[in-house]
């Protein structure tokens, strides 16, 4: 999210190329490179000193001709526009990918939340969806939790818009607690779905989960579940890395013989910072951040931000290397992506491996809207189907035509969305 990195610029160069593969027409390369609609607002917050805070608020819509946009708020320092827009633009075509009946939104507050109290967080999703009220809701645009935000935060935005609308909308936003309308299974999602493209990438190249090593960056809730299932399925986790609030830096936690992902969790604040010391105690080595991408792994697991496998670091990807999952959106920058291509490392695409979590979301609105809920297993069961059909499919139409695994993904979802907006005579 640095000046140079335009997360948006990112996303609209990955469309373009994929557009001139499938040779769309001019007027839906327009349509579809771009959000339909945008709302920019600010947020009057009162602190509890007594004064007021005003926050800069978003909401974008990138394309619903499939169903209602889907896709999280983000609470972020950094966050800009530009990010909002192309985290919108991928929601679309993760959507499209797993073959949901939704398009793709965003929304972020540019805000710290490690500054804010509780009562002043509650204050700003309050007001977030005052401003916001009229465009979203369970049949047009449905939020849920993203970076820094969280199903308490969910909870405060439903009951706000349920005040001004006058009734009960479980399915206006997803990632709740299962006690006010959420689903079986949500917190497991994003992360679980990584791993069940991962095994299903490990089969298709002959390889047992059994003694895989993966180094994951990040620790909050993707990385997290992620790490638990790899583990469980006989895979290690030899290091993770995540940001450390009290020095703002990130660091990378090692254990060569793996880690004990109960513990580390145990030892990690809500906004997924590992206590350095008691990691230490516990015999973990804390290396900079970027030791992470160094490992001596078979999986790379890219579970943070945009922009973290990039020209700059690339090339630090040990040999032995074969998969990369993204479990973030977009943390591989083109660049990045023309060395994994020529390397021959097999990429499982964002859009691709971390749509557990809106699946999952989508599960929670159908439940939500039906009143009507689902035991965990089944949750989980039908989470896994989902991804494992979307995700031969990609790697089919890769094998078969030669293309790259992004490639091929971009080919199915930006086609899927390109017929319904046809269908609708919108282009």
């Known amino acids: 999210m640095g000046k140079e990195f335009n997360a948006f610029a990112m996303a609209q160069r990955q469309f373009d190329a994929v557009a001139e593969k499938l040779q769309l027409d001019e007027g839906i390369r327009q349509l579809l490179r771009s959000p339909l609609r945008e709302y920019h607002f600010l947020v009057p917050v009162r602190m509890d000193d007594g004064s007021v805070q005003v926050f800069k608020g978003f909401r974008v819509q990138h394309n619903d001709a499939r169903g209602p946009a889907k896709g999280g708020i983000r609470f972020h320092p950094q966050e800009t526009v530009d990010t909002v827009r192309a985290l919108a633009t991928w929601m679309t075509w993760k959507c499209a990918v797993v073959d949901i009946p939704l398009g793709g939104g965003k929304g ?125 399925l006989g895979g290690k986790v030899v290091s993770v890395s995540c940001w450390d609030n009290d020095d703002h830096t990130a660091y990378t936690f090692r254990k060569l013989d793996g880690i004990d992902i109960d513990y580390l969790v145990s030892i990690t604040d809500r906004f997924g910072t590992i206590d350095k010391a008691k990691a230490r105690e516990a015999k973990y080595e804390v290396l900079p951040a970027e030791a992470w991408i160094e490992q001596d792994v078979e999986i790379l697991i890219p579970a943070a931000l945009e922009n973290q496998v990039n020209g700059d670091n690339v090339n630090k990807i040990g040999k032995n290397v074969k998969i990369v999952a993204e479990g973030a959106n977009g943390p591989t920058t083109p660049e990045a992506d023309a060395v994994l291509k020529q390397r021959g490392i097999f990429v499982i695409p964002d859009f691709l491996c971390n749509a557990g979590g809106v699946t999952c979301s989508y599960f929670e609105q159908v439940q939500c809207n039906q009143n009507f809920f689902w035991p965990k297993e089944e949750v989980l069961e039908r989470l896994d189907q989902k991804m494992t059909r979307a995700f031969h499919a990609v790697a089919d139409l890769a094998e078969e035509t030669g293309e790259y695994m992004r490639d091929a993904a971009y080919m199915i979802a930006i086609q899927r969305v390109a017929i319904a907006c046809h269908l609708r005579g919108w282009a």
């Open 108 to 232: 972020g507050v540019i805000c710290d939340p490690h500054n804010l109290s509780q009562r002043e967080q509650e204050g700003l999703c309050r007001g977030w969806v005052r401003q916001i009220a009229r465009n979203i809701g369970p049949l047009q645009d449905v939020p849920a939790p993203d970076v820094m935000t969280n199903p308490q935060h969910m909870v405060w935005i439903m009951d706000e818009y349920e005040k001004i609308a006058g009734g009960h909308y479980p399915g206006l936003i997803t990632g709740k607690p299962v006690e006010v309308g959420g689903s079986l299974g949500r917190t497991e999602a994003t992360g679980f779905g990584v791993i069940y493209t991962v095994r299903e990438a490990l089969k298709r190249m002959g390889l047992d989960m059994a003694g895989i090593r993966a180094s994951i960056q990040g620790f909050g809730n993707v990385a997290q579940y992620a790490a638990k299932l790899l583990i469980e």
